[in-house]
């Protein structure tokens, strides 16, 4: 069965960094899109990054200029580097992997992680 990991969350200061990974097992001849989103506790669950099918990276207009998302298909594995962390960055951050229908691939469910905390102070 697909499993999703996230690790690497941690308390920082304002102004600090961290960096999550993600590593997707027990796909069957697919190769999973995969995308990075957060949640604060009493709120929706929003997006923050993803790598397109053309490799190129999309971010969620709050994390601009400052979270780069790299994924390595070959691997399945992605990781979110995060530079200037504001207090608001403060989050369980999740990993979602998907992988799109092919002909060799039927698996199009999404699978999630459990979440890394990063909590981020002033």
């Known amino acids: 069965q697909v499993q999703v990991v996230e690790f690497g969350g941690d308390s920082v200061q304002a102004g600090g960094s961290l960096r999550l990974s993600c590593e997707v097992s027990g796909y069957m001849n697919c190769r999973p899109d995969m995308s990075w989103y957060r949640q604060v506790a009493g709120k929706e669950r929003e997006f923050v990054a993803l790598v397109d099918s053309d490799g190129t990276p999309i971010y969620a207009d709050s994390v601009k200029g400052r979270f780069t998302m790299r994924q390595d298909k070959a691997k399945n594995t992605a990781n979110l580097q995060m530079n200037s962390l504001r207090t608001e960055d403060t989050a369980l951050y999740y990993c979602?992997?998907?992988?799109?229908?092919?002909?060799?691939?039927?698996?199009?469910?999404?699978?999630w992680g459990q979440g890394t905390q990063v909590t981020v102070s002033s």
């Open positions: 979602k992997a998907q992988a799109k229908r092919t002909w060799i691939c039927r698996d199009t469910s999404a699978y």
